[in-house]
């Protein structure tokens, strides 16, 4: 069922799932089988390197005994896109991890500052992110600010003997590097730019529509340096208005997918499945952050259904239309659904806006994008002003 509710003059309103999804697939017309294809695997290898030189041409070498660190290895067995690589409903082009997303944070840190510190705080900013990543926050109740996986941080790196080994050699304590919040280039506040959105953008809009290019990429990533902003702050922005424009543009549309009732609906259903599943004993709240996530799945593969336990049964309802859903009922009124909406898995929740504002400089000062073209101020104002239908439905399987 089409959306209806917004009218034609808004910018996304064209911007349908299907449509961002299919609207760049070029060369990519399935899925890139990570797990089980070497050559795919080493093709989404070779496009991560590629991507990572271009964040920073000089990798810093007291890096890497870091990123070997078991802590940070758990993270490479975590998607950045939060589930959706396993579900039909996306069409995933490569398996983007959490350690490579922690891996470019540190590159385009160490690019702008040459600060040990602010570098190691960006490479350890997700050390507590289970599996699925954001779906933990869904699960429990946080969809709208997506921050509750990173309240282990802290503990997380003070119980690491050789982190903390490794930090002492380095002259550094955990207090430098366990909160990337207190360094602007960083991190900082919706809609600024900072080192952690700049990064999980560009992969994002090359993995879910292919938006980005590694040439666009870079051209984009050499036109920003640090600015200060209207607090005083040190800030990414841009030196060109062209530029500022297209990556805010590419950014919000991603951010515009990211907040889809398809989106919504798949990190909901995937926290719920795993609620369940850890309410089952099928997994347990430990798995979340010893197992990977095809190892996850796999053991709610290879679990048995057990036909006379009704929750059971319902719980691999929902796993097995997680994985093979290719759509969804987008409606306004549960009784426009095709069935009684018992047939179907139902979300009605507010998710975290994910858009761009970004810093340009001017002859005198730094400014907001949306200050000085308009163009850039009606794309930020629709993305601010759409509203999905009230319900995003996917009918159940058996």
């Not at 490479?123 to 926050?137: A, K, M, N, R």
Request: with cysteine; charged share 25%; glycine share 4%.
């Amino acid at each position: 069922m089409e959306n209806t509710k917004n009218t034609s003059s808004n910018f996304f309103t064209p911007y349908d799932f299907s449509t961002i999804l299919n609207q760049n697939l070029g060369d990519f017309h399935q899925k890139i089988d990570y797990f089980k294809n070497l050559e795919s695997k080493q093709k989404t290898q070779k496009i991560i390197s590629d991507y990572h030189k271009i964040l920073s041409p000089d990798f810093p070498s007291f890096l890497t005994p870091y990123i070997n660190l078991p802590i940070m290895q758990r993270l490479s067995g975590i998607g950045l896109l939060c589930g959706s690589d396993y579900t039909s409903l996306f069409q995933n082009r490569f398996f983007y991890t959490r350690l490579d997303h922690s891996i470019g944070v540190a590159l385009i840190i160490w690019h702008f500052t040459k600060s040990k510190a602010q570098t190691l705080s960006g490479l350890f900013h997700d050390i507590s992110t289970p599996i699925f990543s954001h779906v933990s926050d869904f699960r429990k109740g946080d969809a709208l600010t997506q921050t509750i996986t990173e309240i282990s941080t802290s503990a997380f790196i003070r119980k690491d003997k050789e982190l903390l080994d490794l930090l002492k050699k380095d002259g550094l304590t955990p207090e430098e590097i366990e909160d990337y919040h207190k360094y602007p280039i960083a991190d900082n506040e919706i809609p600024n730019l900072s080192a952690d959105r700049l990064e999980y953008m560009f992969p994002s809009g090359m993995v879910l529509e292919n938006s980005w290019k590694l040439s666009d990429i870079e051209k984009i990533y050499n036109d920003i340096e640090i600015l200060t902003n209207e607090e005083g702050k040190p800030e990414l922005g841009f030196a060109t208005e062209e530029l500022a424009l297209e990556y805010c543009k590419k950014f919000c549309i991603t951010g515009h997918l990211l907040q889809l009732n398809e989106d919504k609906l798949t990190l909901h259903l995937l926290g719920q499945i795993m609620n369940l599943a850890e309410k089952l004993n099928i997994l347990t709240e430990d798995d979340f952050y010893n197992l990977t996530e095809k190892e996850a799945i796999e053991k709610i593969q290879n679990t048995k259904i057990d036909y006379n336990n009704p929750e059971r049964v319902y719980f691999f309802r929902l796993f097995n239309t997680f994985l093979s859903m290719n759509k969804i009922f987008h409606v306004e009124k549960l009784e426009d659904l095709p069935e009684p909406a018992e047939n179907y898995f139902i979300v009605d929740i507010k998710v975290k806006q994910r858009y761009i504002n970004p810093l340009v400089k001017t002859t005198s000062s730094a400014k907001r994008i949306s200050k000085i073209n308009k163009e850039a101020a009606k794309i930020i104002q629709d993305f601010l002003a759409f509203q999905d239908t009230k319900y995003g439905c996917v009918k159940l399987i058996y």
